[in-house]
C-alpha cells in the first residue's frame, strides 16, 4: 500500500525567504508523484508533478520539487515566498498504470510573514 | 474555473437524511473520482468511474453510493447520514482510466456537507 508523510502540518516563513515543504512517500515501486495546492474555498489545481526522466521538475508559479529515490521524498521548494502563496498544499502519489485515485498526505498549511 | 462543476456548493441537512451531490467533468475526460476531505482524514478516495463504469474503490462506506451517466456527469448519493459525514466532497476528472492520463486529476471546487 502506498502512503504519503507531509512533515508539518503548518510552515511560516517570510515574505522573500525560500519555501520549502516536505514530503516523503512509502510505494512498493517507483510512483508518480505530485504536488496540488488549495487556496481557500476552492479545489485542488496541480502544481507540478514527477513521472520519469529528469528528477528535478519545475512547475506553476516558480515552484519546483526533487524527486530522491534514495531517501523516498518529493520536497517542494520555492525560493522566494509571496504573500500569494499562502495555501494548503498536498503531495500525492499514485501507482503507475494504476487506476486507485491519487493518496494524498494530509495537507501542509502554508503562512507567510509579511 | 478548472472545468470541473460541482452542485450544490454547501448542503445542511439532518442526521438520517439523504443528499445527492452532482459532478460534470471537464469536457473531453471521461473519468470522474470522488474525494473527501475532512480535518481529521484528510482527503481520502472514495470511487473513481471510467465511461459510466465503477473502475476502483477506495473507501467508501456502504451508505455511498455513486455513479457515472451516460453523459458522463457523476452524482455521489449519501444516505442515513451522520454527523461524522460533514466534509468537503470533491469531484476530480482525468482524461484516461489507467496510466499517468488517470493520475493528473482536474478538482472541482467541492461541495461542503454539513450534518445536523
Known amino acids: 500500500a502506498q502512503s504519503v508523510t507531509q512533515l508539518g502540518s503548518h510552515v511560516s516563513v517570510s515574505e522573500g525567504a525560500l519555501v520549502l515543504l516536505r514530503c516523503n512517500y512509502s510505494s512498493s515501486v517507483p510512483p508518480y508523484l505530485f504536488w496540488y495546492v488549495q487556496y481557500p474555498n476552492q479545489g485542488l489545481q496541480l502544481l507540478l508533478k514527477y513521472t520519469t526522466g529528469a528528477t528535478l521538475v519545475k512547475g506553476i508559479n516558480g515552484f519546483e520539487a526533487e524527486f530522491k529515490k534514495s531517501e523516498t521524498s518529493f520536497h517542494l521548494t520555492k525560493p522566494s515566498a509571496h504573500m500569494s502563496d499562502a495555501a494548503e498544499y498536498f503531495c500525492?502519489?499514485?501507482?503507475?498504470?494504476?487506476?486507485?485515485?491519487?493518496?494524498f498526505g494530509k495537507g501542509t498549511h502554508l503562512i507567510i510573514q509579511p | 474555473d478548472s472545468g470541473v462543476t460541482q452542485t450544490p456548493k454547501h448542503l445542511i441537512t439532518a442526521t438520517g437524511q439523504r443528499v445527492t451531490l452532482r459532478c460534470s467533468p471537464r469536457s473531453g475526460d471521461l473519468s470522474v473520482y470522488w474525494y473527501q476531505q475532512s480535518l481529521d482524514q484528510g482527503l481520502q478516495f472514495l470511487i473513481q468511474?471510467?465511461?459510466?463504469?465503477?473502475?476502483a474503490k477506495g473507501n467508501i462506506l456502504e451508505r455511498f453510493s455513486a455513479q457515472q451517466f451516460p453523459d458522463l456527469h457523476s452524482e455521489l448519493n449519501l444516505s442515513s447520514l451522520e454527523l461524522g459525514d460533514s466534509a468537503l466532497y470533491f469531484c476530480?476528472?482525468?482524461?484516461?482510466?489507467?496510466?499517468?492520463?488517470?493520475?493528473?486529476?482536474?478538482f472541482g471546487a467541492g461541495s461542503r456537507l454539513t450534518v445536523l
Open positions: 468511474y471510467y465511461n459510466g463504469e465503477e473502475r
Open positions: 476530480a476528472s482525468s482524461v484516461a482510466a489507467t496510466g499517468l492520463g488517470a493520475n493528473v486529476l482536474t
Open positions: 500525492a502519489v499514485s501507482k503507475r498504470g494504476g487506476a486507485d485515485g491519487l493518496t
